[in-house]
């Protein structure tokens, strides 16, 4: 499956941005989608997945200035950023797992960069 992800920017600290990210049609189900984040000379973390039933997982650094929601019959996650911050700054990945047959594939996107100005 192809993710396309869009919503990335430059913003100010405190400011917001919303991103998403689109995946094409597939036969196979798509189980938690969500958003990943690397910033230069760090390690990819989790930002947030949700599961087909709309529940929500946070990294601890979102703090509820986050908030992921999907659309299943669109097969769309959405991600809401408030009070960015300049540690914010990273390029977002948007992600997928896919279930095919038993196995679990995980699907990448390509990347949508956030530049947090302080």
């Known amino acids: 499956v192809q993710l396309q992800a869009s919503g990335g920017g430059l913003v100010q600290a405190g400011g917001s941005l919303r991103l998403s990210c689109a995946a094409s049609?597939?036969?196979?189900?798509?189980?938690?989608m969500g958003w990943y984040r690397q910033a230069p000379g760090k390690q990819r973390e989790l930002v947030a997945t949700?599961?087909?039933?709309?529940?929500?997982n946070y990294g601890d650094f979102v703090k509820g200035r986050f908030t992921i929601s999907r659309d299943n019959d669109a097969n769309t996650v959405y991600l809401q950023m408030n009070s960015l911050k300049p540690e914010d700054t990273a390029v977002y990945y948007c992600?997928?797992?896919?279930?095919?047959?038993?196995?679990?594939?995980?699907?990448w996107g390509q990347g949508t960069l956030v530049t947090v100005s302080s």
């Open positions: 992600y997928a797992d896919l279930a095919i047959g038993t196995v679990d594939v995980d699907n």
């Open positions: 049609r597939t036969v196979f189900t798509i189980n938690d």
């Open positions: 949700i599961n087909t039933g709309g529940k929500p």
